[in-house]
């Protein structure tokens, strides 16, 4: 019977836990405490999260409070609702979607637009990156 | 409807559910449901039950407590106490505790 | 947008844009633009400033904070670094933004987001005048106070009616819209032009929402103090 189907955690269920682990997990309930996965995590309409969240990719129908990190996309529904400091490859975000937070992403703007960085200023950085 | 804790999945903490739980991962902590708890081959649960009855046939260390009734499967390995009205063990289970069917 | 005000490509203006109707940026805007109808910053648009209007699209790039009554839609192709503010906003797949982003109206109380540290980017003006960008190669050659109605002898580019304004600035002390030399301009040009965008860009400042969003990891502590921890594995 342990074949292919994925965590779901139900509507009329609730987790006070940190989740972890490499599949895939749907949410239609409540999770209050980290989540980490390997695969994508899926809040759908109804399900809510509060804490940090890591994933190959998320998807956000529901209630997010807390920061999201993934190498692939954040993308938020027109039902959803994020609330957080939020460091993902790419993002997207349905028009009707709630969002409240930072984004925070690498990519250059035009050279006509890249900010020039005093040296003074960005000496700092580079080192503590180094 | 219902919960599905699939393999490869590791929930640390508490787990209250309104519906069936079906697990195959891993838990450890507290897991409470008013309905059927399914412990799976393969699945490790270190973690006090209460539900109204509970299939295993996993591993589960920790006391149980469930209103109907509690089936060990072959293949299952329980070690802890059992409260419970009604409770199977099929020949193969591997049980360590004490069983209370408080009647 | 039967009559809206285009910018074209190749064409760039330094100086703020405001007024009623609607505008097409495809060229490069260094000022602030505020009007009362839709921006549309096009593909080959390029704006270094805020932008607010009733509704905003990007699908071109944008260094500047973003404020729309009703939407803000990030399309396709757009980039922009800085804050988002509208009731509504769409960021599609393929576009690239960073910053802070509401979704509320402008001047709407927004909850506090989650996990933020904030540091406001302290920079001094001079420090502002000195990121202001200078330079850019063959730009077109466009007379100062040329969208002023009553003198607007409009070379091409620059299609508004002069009843349906989308101003210059009056108020600015050095607004123009001006030949950009191909070689580095001047330095006398440069803090000319950055004074009033100095000052322009600090009151949005007051408002905590432009953050130096460049330093990514200073945002997120939990973050950094695991890549602190890793360093510290390393090195010991």
């Known amino acids: 019977m342990a074949e292919s189907y994925e965590t779901t955690i139900g509507p009329r ?30 809040v759908h309409e109804g399900g809510s999260v509060k804490g940090e969240t890591s994933a190959s990719d998320v998807v956000v129908h529901g209630d997010l409070e807390g920061p999201v990190r993934s190498d692939g996309t954040l993308h938020v529904g027109s039902t959803g609702k994020v609330n957080g400091v939020v460091k993902v490859t790419a993002l997207s975000l349905d028009d009707g979607a709630r969002f409240h937070g930072q984004v925070i992403a690498s990519f250059d703007l035009p050279a006509e637009l890249a900010e020039k960085i005093s040296a003074p200023a960005a000496a700092p950085t580079v080192g503590a990156r180094r | 409807m219902s919960t599905i804790i699939a393999a490869g999945i590791t929930v640390e903490g508490e787990i209250v559910a309104d519906e069936d739980l079906q697990i195959g991962g891993t838990v450890r902590g507290k897991l409470t449901s008013k309905d059927v708890v399914a412990i799976e081959a393969g699945a490790v649960v270190e973690a006090d039950v209460q539900a109204a ?49 408080d009647v | 947008m039967a009559e809206s005000t285009v910018i074209g490509a190749g064409t760039r203006i330094r100086g703020r844009i405001h007024g009623d109707g609607d505008l097409l940026v495809d060229g490069f805007v260094e000022g602030d633009v505020k009007v009362s109808g839709e921006v549309v910053i096009g593909a080959s648009g390029l704006v270094g400033a805020a932008v607010q209007g009733s509704r905003i ?6 260094r500047g904070d973003l404020s729309a009554t009703l939407s803000i839609h990030l399309e396709e192709g757009a980039r922009v670094v800085g804050a988002v503010r509208a009731p509504r906003v769409s960021v599609a797949s393929g576009a690239m933004y960073r910053g802070i982003l509401h979704t509320a109206a402008p001047g709407e109380p927004v909850p506090t ?21 200078l330079a850019r190669p063959a730009a077109p050659v466009i007379q100062a106070g040329l969208a002023v109605p009553g003198r607007a002898p409009a070379p091409a580019v620059i299609a508004a009616p002069a009843a349906h304004a989308v101003n210059v600035a009056p108020a600015a002390p050095v607004v123009n819209v001006v030949n950009v030399a191909p070689a580095v301009a001047p330095s006398a040009a440069g803090h000319g032009f950055s004074a ?9 400042d007051s408002d905590g929402e432009n953050l130096d969003t460049d330093d990514a990891e200073g945002t997120m502590p939990a973050l950094r103090r695991g890549a602190r921890g890793q360093v510290a594995k390393k090195r010991g």
Do not use: C, W, Y
């Open chain 1, 13 to 42: 269920t609730r987790l006070r836990a940190r989740v972890h682990g490499d599949g895939d997990v749907s949410l239609e309930g409540q999770v209050e405490g980290n989540i980490a996965l390997g695969g994508k995590l899926t």
């Open chain 2, 53 to 101: 009855s509970l299939t295993i046939g996993g591993n589960l260390v920790g006391n149980s407590h469930v209103t109907e009734r509690v089936d060990l499967l072959a293949g299952a390995r329980v070690i802890g106490n059992v409260k419970a009205a009604r409770i199977t063990i099929a020949e193969g289970a591997q049980f360590k505790g004490n069983v209370d069917m």
């Open chain 3, 57 to 62: 699209t990007v699908r071109g790039a944008v």
């Open chain 3, 113 to 133: 987001i989650a996990g933020l540290a904030v540091t406001p980017a302290v920079q001094t003006p001079a420090a502002k005048a000195q990121a202001a960008p």
């Open chain 3, 196 to 204: 009033p965008l100095v000052s322009a860009t600090a009151e949005s």
